[in-house]
Each structure stands twice: as C-alpha cells, then as structure tokens.
C-alpha cells in the first residue's frame, strides 16, 4: 500500500515536472517566435527606409531632369521670339520699301517721253516748221500711248451703239435731243475712261441725251 502512494506520488511529481517543462518550452518558443517578429519587423522596416531614400532621390533626378529640359524651351523660346521679332521687322522694312519703290520701274521707263516732251518744248523757241512740230508732238503722243499699252493701260471706247453703261461710264449730265433714237445713248465723251487690265481706274465722264 505504501509502494503505491510512493509509486503514485513519483508518477505526480514526474508529470508536474513534464508540465513545467513543456511550459518553459512554450515559453521559449513564444519568445522566440516574438524575437524573429521583431527582427523580420526591424528588417522591414530597412527596406521601407532604403526605399523611401531611392525614391526621393529619383523624384530629385526627375525634378532636375524637367528643370533642365524647361530651361532648354524656355532658351528655344527666347531664341524664336527674338529670331520672329527680327523676321517682322524686316519684312515690315522690305513692304515699305516695296511700297515706296513699287513703280519705280514704270517711273524709269516714262522717262524717255519725258525727254521727248523736253525737247519738242525746246524746239518751238526756233521751229519755223508748224507741220514738224505737229508731227514731233503726235510722234510724242503715240509712242506715250504705247508706253501705256505696255503696263496694261487701255482706253475706255465708246461703241458703235454708244449705249451707256454703267460699268464703264459716269454721266455728269443730260441733254435734250431732237433724234429720239440717242435717249439713253451716249452724245458725247467729256473726259476719257481707262482700264489698267480689265479693271477700271477712272471712269468715261459722258454726256447722255434724254
């Protein structure tokens, strides 16, 4: 009887030894557990930071990368003002010019009725030939006329039917006519009309009978 208490009591201090020792193991394995949680933690938390700064420093590279390529459009839009600024101002001069000088070539070229005129007017001081002073100034008068015809200058005519056109002519005024057939039409030309290539420059101030 007494072998079986000892035996039980062995058996009892036996399993509260096993169970500290199961205890203390547990424990162990939970502090360990909690030490490799902190470490992987810790060791997170390395990457987040290196990250973090590798970030930042490319948000730096582009930044300056940008600051650099907007000075670059901002010198390329200086540069283009300046190169427009400059274009305006001289095709602004070129226009004047061409403005000013325009007819520059049609002025050289009625310079030698000019001399003509200049000459004919010398000679009436000694001429005692009237016929040759009509000529000369019928001579002056036609080649004038040609002159004109080359720039594309040309006479408003009147037509065989002498209708009046509004297109062409300008009545200053009317007058009574016997033959009736003339009212509407054309009785005579005050001052001639002209066309500088098909478009009129100065109108046919006409007489027109009613």
Do not use: C
Request: charged residues 35%; negative net charge; hydrophobic residues 35%.
């Amino acid at each position: 009887m007494r072998k079986a208490k000892e035996k039980e009591k062995n058996k009892e201090q036996q399993s509260t030894i096993s169970a500290e020792i199961n205890q203390s193991e547990v424990q162990a394995n939970a502090e360990n557990v909690a030490e490799i949680n902190q470490q992987a933690a810790v060791s997170d938390s390395v990457p987040t930071e290196t990250q973090s700064t590798n970030h930042n420093e490319q948000l730096q590279e582009m930044k300056q990368k940008y600051e650099a390529e907007i000075m670059e459009w901002k010198d390329k839009y200086i540069r283009l003002s300046a190169e427009f600024d400059n274009y305006r101002k001289r095709t602004l001069k070129e226009k004047m010019e061409l403005t000013r000088y325009a007819n520059e070539e049609v002025l050289k070229n009625i310079l030698p009725v000019v001399d003509d005129f200049e000459r004919g007017i010398k000679n009436l001081e000694t001429a005692a030939d009237i016929q040759a002073v009509k000529d000369g100034i019928f001579l002056i008068y036609n080649k004038f006329k040609d002159f004109l015809a080359q720039n594309g200058i040309k006479e408003i005519t009147i037509q065989d039917d002498k209708e009046f056109n509004t297109d062409f002519h300008e009545a200053i005024t009317k007058i009574p006519v016997e033959d009736q057939s003339l009212s509407g039409k054309i009785v005579d030309v005050v001052q001639k009309g002209y066309l500088l290539n098909d478009k009129v420059i100065r109108y046919a101030k006409v007489v027109v009978g009613e």
